[in-house]
């Protein structure tokens, strides 16, 4: 699912559960009460004309029962075309400099009112529905009405009765029959609430098999930073026929630079996310430190790497938020600190307010080259062992890469490093430099 579907959907299925939980529960009691009460009333004022009246109970719950299945199903029509209309905002205002520069701008409109439309159209259709199914309900208790007069009267002349237990026993029972009729609207709540909190009580309990919030797991004292990979095999979730690595071995030890060359799609990425955790292999290991990385906590093996990706994702905040972003409870001078490091202090002290300036949407205030100083900044204010570096300069211009390059050789010394990378300029001075094609290392060498 996109991220703009997960978010219509959450709103929208919290709506359905507030309408479900909220008003209608009062309302249905409040039916359910007037609907049991007035048969009661009915069947000791007159039993007789009450059991008579109570042919008009199935139709109208027949009625009911249809119109709200109808309705359940519209409402769900409707609801998808929602999700994908908010999808298409999602993605058009996240990428409206791509849009503009395309001209796609009608394009995300026509996508946009048509899924709109489909949901205008359910809105209609669901209107119709109901007003159709009130009809029958209304005939119903209209043809209830002349029978209960016609053998009212019988009962009068034949039976004892007299008319003050006739108007007693209509009104009784029409207006809980009228309750049970509007109570239908107060069930298709529930039955719309129900299966908006099936969605989301599925997601807030689903446990994902890599959990940041499991506390388990091992913790070493100290971390030498020895990565090794042992006959890993892995393919994606979404393709799970196709082998990314296919029996792959590799070993970077502590202190060392790796560095990692070959073609689009031999698996140089995926390395940097199985040591990050983002996956796990489907057969052999990933060892940090001779542990299997699985068996260890978590979120503290991630306090111990580093990444920086080709594209550093900043946080529409200032500066300074993006860099305390990497570790809790950083004092000023950690962050200084690491502006130097990253070889950012320059730029930032020209800027108007310095690290309070703000970076604006996805750091989009800021040049391609300070945006990564920033990422860099932010990932070794944590100090970690192991750092990630996946095309960390490969989108930058030559100034800005010999920049952004003197930071990383000053902050690789003495961490294990694997770099992702195509530029000679890169890797030139790496310990190991490895070729992948297919999933498998086909050469290696300095």
Avoid at 152 to 181: E, P, Q, R, T, W
Avoid at 437 to 442: A, F, K
């Amino acid at each position: 699912m996109s991220t703009g579907q997960v978010v219509e959907r959450m709103c929208g299925d919290t709506f359905l559960i507030q309408d479900a939980i909220g008003e209608k529960i009062g309302k249905y009691i409040q039916l359910l009460s007037t609907f049991f009460g007035g048969f009661i009333i009915a069947f000791v004022r007159g039993w007789l004309l009450t059991l008579v009246m109570l042919s008009s109970i199935p139709p109208v719950v027949v009625a009911g029962f249809i119109v709200s299945r109808i309705q359940t199903n519209l409402s769900t029509q409707m609801q998808a075309n929602y999700v994908d209309a908010a999808d298409i905002v999602e993605q058009t205002i996240g990428t409206i400099r791509t849009v503009v520069s395309f001209n796609g701008e009608n394009q995300a409109i026509t996508t946009y009112n048509k899924f709109v439309r489909n949901a205008y159209e359910c809105a209609l259709r669901e209107g119709a529905v109901i007003g159709l199914g009130l009809g029958p309900v209304t005939g119903t208790l209209f043809c209830t009405y002349g029978l209960a007069v016609w053998y009212g009267a019988k009962l009068i002349v034949d039976g004892g009765y007299n008319g003050g237990i006739i108007i007693n026993v209509m009104l009784a029972v029409f207006s809980g029959a009228l309750s049970l009729s509007l109570a239908t609207s107060s069930i298709t709540a529930f039955a719309g609430g129900q299966g908006a909190a099936y969605r989301i009580f599925k997601t807030i309990e689903r446990e994902p098999d890599i959990d940041v919030y499991d506390k388990k797991g091992i913790i070493l004292e100290d971390i030498k930073g020895d990565v090794e990979l042992k006959d890993v095999y892995l393919s994606y979730p979404t393709r799970p026929d196709h082998l990314v690595l296919n029996g792959f071995s590799l070993r970077v030890r502590s202190g060392t630079t790796m560095a990692l060359v070959g073609g689009s799609g031999g698996g140089k990425s995926t390395v940097v996310s199985l040591v990050e955790r983002f996956y796990d292999p489907l057969s052999g290991e990933v060892l940090i430190d001779g542990v299997d990385i699985r068996r260890m906590n978590l979120g503290w093996i991630r306090g111990n790497i580093g990444l920086v990706s080709q594209e550093p994702v900043l946080f529409s905040s200032t500066i300074r938020e993006n860099i305390a972003y990497g570790k809790d409870g950083l004092t000023l001078a950690e962050i200084k600190r690491a502006i130097e490091f990253a070889n950012a202090e320059n730029f930032i002290a020209k800027l108007p307010n310095g690290l309070e300036t703000m970076v604006g949407e996805r750091g989009t205030q800021l040049s391609g080259g300070q945006k990564q100083r920033i990422a860099i900044a932010r990932a070794i204010i944590k100090n970690p062992r192991i750092l990630l570096l996946d095309e960390a300069t490969s989108a930058l211009d030559m100034k800005s890469e010999r920049i952004v390059q003197d930071a990383l050789d000053i902050i690789m010394l003495e961490r294990t490093t694997i770099i992702v990378a195509h530029r000679l300029s890169t890797i030139k001075n790496a310990d190991v430099i490895c070729v992948l094609q297919h999933g498998n290392i086909v050469e290696q060498g300095n």
